[in-house]
């Protein structure tokens, strides 16, 4: 049965959310002189000690008190949007973006999708450090929800993690699970910037698409992406920084906590079927891609991964390529990355656990009658509740793609390049068949920043979130 949401205490954890952003909208302000833009620092500066402020005065004005599992989903569901809220007010203030496209980019970037409506060539760099920053932030995702939670309660962060999906009860205490995915965040953020460092990048070239790569989130410095640099020299390194934000990041820490030789961690990381999966995917994808388009032959691996893993960046533009090609795309896009990463789309692990359930199925009539048929997945017995859930994703993810692409056909877009812009949104990917543009319709814009966010708390928060309110309208009758 579900629980009334107790709005107050909800109110009490998004605070954190706040104090959060305000936290890196100061550090923001501290780098514009440095990028050598001084006159900047007040547009994020007093936005800071804004959210500082309220954030603070809500923690502190509400009792601490424990949340059940529909408040932890409450949480969830409307945290992207409050910080999309929170975070366009430096495009704004700064005369960089209208108050539509602010809240659009802003979405974007802390959804990861990276979807964008800016001129970068006409743009503040510290504008573009913010951008960059925003979907460093968003994708931590849970953890940074959690973050904010570890101000006020111990077991909001338990309860929080607990709705996630398998592989989030691996620790023993919640707190500490928050901590190393934190710290190998960081670490893997700090390696990706020395990575771009030897390819050849400046500093804050590195920096910004660190921050975007990490986080799959893929915003660019530049109007051409990652094409404005020498790809043949920079490709690894992107390829690499794209695949460490697509892992599941509790096998990092299972890395960290063993003392292995370099040969048992390749081991280890292959122990994982979801990153076995990632891995030959990207590759035969790739291999895939190279037949259609006449580009060199890194480029073809380069797309196949960032589509895989929902980066989004790209070395050429993607609306030349061909129809095909753009379905193929569709399906990568589609399943995404690995759970407990950064990445968006349904997750491998519930594509492999689909697959697994429909060979069962598949299996049953050659199987005694009142033969009991079980279903494992990494060692876990998944039951038929969990099926039920990973369909509902599925299909749910399935059904806002078919009714996004007849949205955007009504508007006059082809069939192709509208599945492949919805697909790309709902998978919080970023790459976009031409469509997505500052003169886009107004209500396609709306369209878009609804889907980017239900990809990134992948669907059935929100729904559980609205039946919430059926619920209280009951109680209140």
Known sequence: MVKTIRYRLVWKYLAGVLIILGIFLSATAITAPILGETAYILHFL????LLLSIG?????????????????????????????LAGLIPYISTGTMPPMDALFESISGFTTTGFTLLDTSRSPRVILLWRSLTQWIGGMGFIVMSIGMLLVS????????????????????MVHHVRII????????????????????????????????????????????VGAFEVGRVSPAFIVIMLFGAINFVIYYRLRKRSLSRLGMIKGFFKDPQVAYLLLAVAFLGLVLNLFIEREWYEGLFLAVSAHTTTGYSTFPVPTLPPAVKMILVVAMFIGGSFGSTAGGIKIFRLLIALKG?????????YPKGTILTLKFMERLITKEDLIHISFIIMAYFAIIVAGAVIFVLHGYRPVDSIFEVTSGVG????????????????????????????????LPFFVWVLSFKQLLRRQR
């Open 46 to 49: 007093l936005p800071s000690i």
């Open 56 to 84: 603070l005065w809500i923690y502190r004005a509400i009792p601490e008190k424990d949340v059940v599992e529909i408040e932890a989903i409450a949480i969830t569901t409307l945290s992207f949007p409050l910080a999309g």
């Open 154 to 173: 111990e077991r909001a962060v338990v309860q929080l993690f607990s709705i996630g999906g398998p592989d989030t009860k691996l620790l023993p205490r």
């Open 182 to 225: 934190i710290s190998t965040y960081v670490l893997l953020t700090l390696l990706g910037i020395f990575l771009l460092l030897l390819s050849g990048l400046p500093l804050f070239d590195a920096v910004t698409h660190t921050l975007s790569g990490i986080s799959t989130g893929g915003f660019s410095t530049h109007r051409e992406g």
């Open 358 to 366: 429909f060979v069962l199925e598949s299996s049953r009539p050659g």
């Open 428 to 459: 919080t990917v970023g790459l976009s068949s031409g469509i997505v543009s500052p003169g886009m319709p107004w209500d396609l814009k709306l369209f878009l920043i609804f889907i980017m966010w239900m990809g990134r708390i992948e669907v």
